[in-house]
Nanobody
Framework: QLQFVESGGGWVQPGGSLRLSCVAS????????IGWFRQAPGKEHEGVAC????????VYADSVKGRFTISRDNGKNTVYLQMNSLKPDDTAVYYC?????????????????????WGQGTQVTVSS
């Protein structure tokens, strides 16, 4: 069973930074595309960024390009999301998941392989 545990969220002022971590268990993430998703209050999950297993290629939603960086450490079975220059619009619960499909030109529409079984996520709140 594919499981993830997300951590690293918190409250930060606009312009601040956070680093999220996502540890996989029950499988080795080397062979999968792993993505970060977020869900703001009253909205659906949307794709934020993903990283490919084969070549490490990364794609980002336009709203986070230049501010967020996704990375992975296969030895630790962990994926990270470094978030800089945070904005109030980034406020959401952030989740990671194995990616089923992603269109590099429409990352927010990225689909998780198992959307019926999100982890607990980690809350990110950006406000002054």
């Amino acid at each position: 069973q594919l499981q993830f545990v997300e951590s690293g969220g918190g409250w930060v002022q606009p312009g601040g930074s956070l680093r999220l971590s996502c540890v996989a268990s029950g499988f080795t993430l080397d062979y999968y595309i792993i993505g970060w998703f977020r869900q703001a209050p009253g909205k659906e999950h949307e794709g934020v960024a993903c990283i490919h297993s084969a070549d490490g290629r990364r794609v980002y939603a336009d709203s986070v390009k230049g501010r967020f960086t996704i990375s992975r450490d296969n030895g630790k079975n962990t994926v990270y999301l470094q978030m800089n220059s945070l904005k109030p619009d980034d406020t959401a619960v952030y989740y990671c998941a194995v990616v089923d499909t992603v269109d590099p030109h429409n990352v927010p529409a990225m689909r998780a392989l198992s959307p019926e079984s999100w982890g607990q996520g980690t809350q990110v709140t950006v406000s002054s």
